[in-house]
């Protein structure tokens, strides 16, 4: 995506303003950088959120006026009303107005914005799903709970990173069932013998190791004091190099553990 680097300018410039007026009545030896920080922080949480909120209202104009649309199931839908929608976005918690279609003889309704944009209400959109499924993937819940309030600036509950962490797994497990079924399709592994790059002349590969702690599972050996479990962790790294039309070398990595 390409910004209007004026109006970012102009934005940045109110927002500076703003914090400076919030700031005014406060003792200034008192008023440090990482506060300044943290007021900014939350600003743009907030205006994030707005601004999230007028972006999605203003698509919803696409279907101002529109009194049917089509049904999945081939049938029609009547427009009701405008309908109020609940989000979890990286803002935090997000509510909008849009137009919501049913009447259909499936008895299923709709909303077009929803469906053009991946929303589903009640739910956390694509962009906090990914950031929490991370965050499940790397940490504990509860650990990965305290971890993500103090980036994303509002709460996000063990169930719901536990949720996503879950779901995050189940499209790994899919991807990975996929790639299994291609490495065995006949037709398939034959497209990627025509389709693959030639070899580079010289492939370099380097191996290294390091002593990771391992925490004990043992309920004795957590309570005997100093004990500690390592194991070693295994880093190995392939890399090529070739020479572009510049005559530069560039090297490429691509490392696997």
């Known amino acids: 995506m390409k910004y209007n680097i004026e109006k970012i300018n102009g934005i940045a410039e109110k927002?500076?303003?703003?914090?400076?007026?919030?700031?005014?009545?406060?003792?200034?030896?008192?008023?440090?950088?990482?506060?300044?920080?943290?007021?900014?922080?939350?600003s743009l949480r907030e205006i994030g959120e707005k601004a999230l909120v007028r972006f999605?209202?203003?698509a919803d104009k696409e279907w101002e006026g529109v009194s049917k649309i089509e049904c999945t199931c081939g049938g029609k839908l009547k427009y009701q009303r405008q309908r109020v929608a609940t989000i979890w976005s990286v803002f935090g918690?997000?509510?909008?107005?849009?137009?919501?279609y049913a009447g259909c003889q499936?008895?299923?309704?709709?909303?077009?914005?929803?469906?053009?944009?991946?929303?589903?209400?009640?739910?956390?959109t694509a962009g906090l799903?990914?950031?929490?499924?991370?965050?499940?993937?790397?940490?504990?819940?509860e650990e990965g709970q305290k971890w993500l309030q103090s980036f994303l600036l509002f709460e996000v509950s063990e169930n719901t990173i536990r949720a996503?962490?879950?779901?995050?797994?189940?499209i790994q497990k899919q991807m990975d069932d996929a790639l299994v079924k291609a490495m065995q399709d006949e037709t398939e592994l034959q497209k990627r013998e025509r389709d693959q790059k030639q070899a580079p002349e010289c492939l370099y590969g380097s191996i290294d190791a390091a002593?990771?702690?391992?925490?004990p599972q043992d309920e004795l050996e957590k309570a005997l004091e100093g004990r500690e479990n390592w194991r070693d962790l295994k880093i190995v790294c392939w890399y090529y190099i070739y020479v572009a039309d510049t005559h530069q070398e560039k090297i490429h990595a691509n490392f696997e553990i």
């Open 15 to 42: 927002l500076a303003e703003i914090i400076e007026e919030a700031i005014a009545e406060a003792d200034p030896s008192e008023i440090k950088i990482g506060a300044v920080e943290m007021a900014l922080r939350e």
């Open 56 to 58: 999605l209202e203003n």
């Open 93 to 100: 918690k997000v509510k909008y107005e849009r137009a919501y």
């Open 106 to 124: 499936c008895r299923e309704g709709q909303a077009p914005l929803d469906e053009k944009y991946g929303l589903v209400p009640g739910e956390v």
């Open 129 to 141: 799903a990914d950031l929490v499924g991370l965050s499940g993937i790397d940490k504990a819940f």
């Open 164 to 170: 996503e962490t879950e779901d995050l797994g189940a």
């Open 211 to 215: 002593k990771v702690r391992i925490e």
